[in-house]
């Protein structure tokens, strides 16, 4: 973990002190002289949320916060914590004391949520870079502010945020598809879940075409893994499944990436499959009563050995003809694959995360996800929704209709894998739909997953989008 949230009663001269207030919060409890509950006050007036005062032997940070509890004023509070981390880092301080004097009991929750996201590092590579080491050690909450249940809930989500950072970030000379599902082992043995990994034989034994065809060109055998959780107070009498691409690495096989530099970040075409496994961590760390099951088709995908080819022909798990005319949409082929495997267990309903499409992220930037659903219940779909905003990681839908399709037909084979120049996210959605028989909403995190520059408390590369996300929906399922 790379940072811990903890309750304590004491302060000491090597914490960030950081008060949450009102602009009617009374200014005598923080010890403050006239001249400075002075400035505050000017500060106040002048809508000023981050104050900063030299205080006694080290420093004040006042944040003042609204008495609302909605997805804005929490994004917001979120923004305010990586302020109260920036000046940490930039002061050198370790640790940060944060305490609720607000009316806005879950405040301090989304500020603390703010100040550990910022402070993530992936220094694992870095051992003479102190500069990729992570500046604080501790955020403090006072006892008073939040509960031990909350701190352990929040820890244990931000735990699983970071698997997942980590996980994407890890280069393939570590994180082949072999290794992932040794991870995904490691991981279920120390949230709790259940892990079953298919080898080659048993995927060929099951003929999914798709995931073999991508795996052709690699010198590393194809993983299928296999993740459960089922509690005994499970709320859902069937189960939901999420699906995971993961693509340990992409180089677009025989339709080599054409784009200058491109691949240079292909590690992350697997961080669809990191945000099942995270989402996984979290539900079970925090014990959710639901009964989740958790698909990860893994491969790379090269232009070596019998690479597939543009043209030929794959025959699928669920027994469709796919014409094969670009060997860089990839992903879908194994998603399809998984997809349709999902039936076996009749499930309520399916999610599946892919950086599936380049159209995806040129569509709607790093500031969203693109979004498409088949059958999917408008309650349902109306809580992702709600949570995706509640979280800042929101979605976008885009149509499914019957004309998209049409884009898709082969004249040789049932469908082909790629729709032409335009739609690319669509019609990929519209792929996919060919190999499922249940409510399902497909997740294009293809722009969100990874990002080149920083981004406030998501930080720079992987930025472990979609945990939070499923973590508050299901969270919030459950209870309904």
Same mark, same amino acid.
Request: glycine share 8%.
């Given at each position: ?8 009663? +004491? $302060?000491?001269? !090597?914490? %960030?002190?950081? *008060? ?5 919060? @009374?200014?005598?409890?923080? &010890? ?69 004097? +607000? $009316?806005?009991? !879950?405040? %301090?929750?989304? *500020? ?5 996201? @910022?402070?993530?590092?992936? &220094? ?357």
């Amino acid at each position: 973990m790379n940072i811990l949230i903890k309750r304590s009663k +004491s $302060k000491s001269d !090597n914490d %960030i002190v950081t *008060v949450l207030i009102n602009k009617t919060t @009374s200014l005598s409890s923080l &010890g403050l002289s006239k001249a400075e509950k002075d400035f505050v006050k000017s500060q106040i007036k002048n809508d000023l949320k981050f104050i900063q005062l030299s205080h006694k032997s080290g420093y004040l940070i006042l944040l003042v916060v609204d008495n609302k509890d909605a997805a804005k004023e929490n994004e917001g509070l979120r923004k305010l914590g990586h302020q109260v981390y920036g000046f940490a880092k930039r002061t050198k301080f370790a640790s940060v004391y944060l305490e609720n004097l +607000s $009316k806005n009991e !879950n405040a %301090i929750m989304f *500020v603390a949520e703010g100040v550990a996201l @910022s402070n993530y590092r992936f &220094g694992k590579y870095a051992a003479k870079r102190k500069d990729l080491k992570a500046p604080l050690k501790t955020v403090k909450v006072s006892p008073n502010s939040l509960t031990k249940a909350k701190v352990d809930e929040l820890n244990n989500l931000l735990d699983s945020v970071y698997t997942t950072r980590d996980l994407v970030n890890e280069p393939l000379s570590f994180l082949d598809s072999v290794k992932l599902s040794q991870e995904i082992k490691r991981i279920g043995k120390k949230a709790g879940f259940k892990v079953e990994v298919y080898d080659k034989k048993k995927i060929e034994s099951l003929k999914m075409g798709g995931l073999l065809a991508v795996n052709f060109g690699s010198p590393t055998p194809p993983t299928f893994s296999i993740m459960e959780w089922k509690p005994k107070n499970a709320k859902n009498k069937k189960p939901i499944v999420l699906v995971g691409k993961g693509v340990v690495y992409d180089t677009g096989g025989l339709s080599l990436k054409p784009t200058a530099n491109s691949m240079d970040m292909m590690k992350c075409d697997m961080a669809g499959a990191a945000c099942v496994i995270g989402t996984f961590e979290a539900i079970a760390s925090n014990k959710l009563p639901l009964h989740v099951i958790g698909l990860i088709p893994s491969t790379d995908n090269r232009p070596g050995q019998n690479a597939y080819v543009p043209g030929d022909i794959v025959k699928m798990h669920n027994g469709l003809n796919v014409e094969v005319l670009n060997t860089d949409a990839e992903g879908r082929m194994l998603l399809a694959d998984a997809l349709s495997f999902a039936q076996k267990y009749n499930p309520e309903f399916v999610f599946d995360f892919a950086t599936l499409t380049g159209a995806a992220a040129r569509a709607v930037g790093p500031f969203a996800m693109a979004v498409m659903e088949v059958g999917i219940q408008n309650k349902v779909k109306q809580q992702v929704v709600d949570s995706s905003f509640d979280v800042h990681e929101r979605m976008i839908e885009f149509p499914m209709w019957d004309d998209y399709g049409q884009m898709i037909k082969s004249e040789i084979a049932d469908i082909k894998n790629v729709g032409g120049p335009y739609a690319g996210m669509i019609t990929a959605g519209k792929f996919l739909e060919n190999f499922v028989d249940y409510p399902w909403m497909h997740f294009d995190i293809a722009g969100a997953a990874y990002i080149m520059k920083e981004d406030g408390y998501r930080g720079k590369f992987g930025t472990g989008v979609g945990v939070r996300l499923m973590y508050d929906f299901f969270k919030k399922y459950a209870n309904k």
